[in-house]
């Protein structure tokens, strides 16, 4: 079993940041991909960023088009955890955002949510404007 604990959200101005953190326990690898989702009120659960540890110091980093160059997705495997950078915050970013992993290192691990296994019970982030 892996449990997986989100922190860091909050309120902001838009323009301003805010870093999540991801902290996994349990039965987990470093091999596992991790991401991060969000969801808005009255809307699908949809994809943000996700990581994918590949070995040494390759990382493979895949972000949704609405973030690309505002969040920034790392990881530390020593931790065991993975965080989401975010900057240039907007209004429509307001959501609950989860961290979650795929099962097994080897299992499915695309944008979509039912590649995941794990999931993080969610921190609310509020951009104002």
């Known amino acids: 079993q892996v449990q997986l604990v989100e922190s860091g959200g909050g309120l902001v101005q838009a323009g301003g940041s805010l870093r999540l953190s991801c902290a996994a326990s349990?039965?987990?690898?470093?091999?596992?991909?991790m991401g991060w989702f969000r969801q808005a009120p009255g809307k699908e659960r949809e994809f943000v960023a996700r990581?994918?540890?590949?070995?040494?110091?390759?990382?493979?980093?895949y972000y949704a088009d609405s973030v690309k160059g505002r969040f920034t997705i790392s990881r530390d495997n020593a931790k065991n955890t993975v965080d989401l950078q975010m900057n240039s915050l907007k209004p429509e970013d307001t959501a609950v955002y989860y961290c979650a992993a795929n099962r097994y290192p080897e299992s499915p691990w695309g944008p979509g949510q039912y590649d995941y296994f794990y999931w993080g019970q969610g921190t609310q982030v509020t951009v104002s404007s």
């Open positions: 990581i994918r540890w590949s070995g040494g110091s390759t990382y493979y980093l």
């Open positions: 349990g039965h987990t690898s470093s091999r596992n991909v």
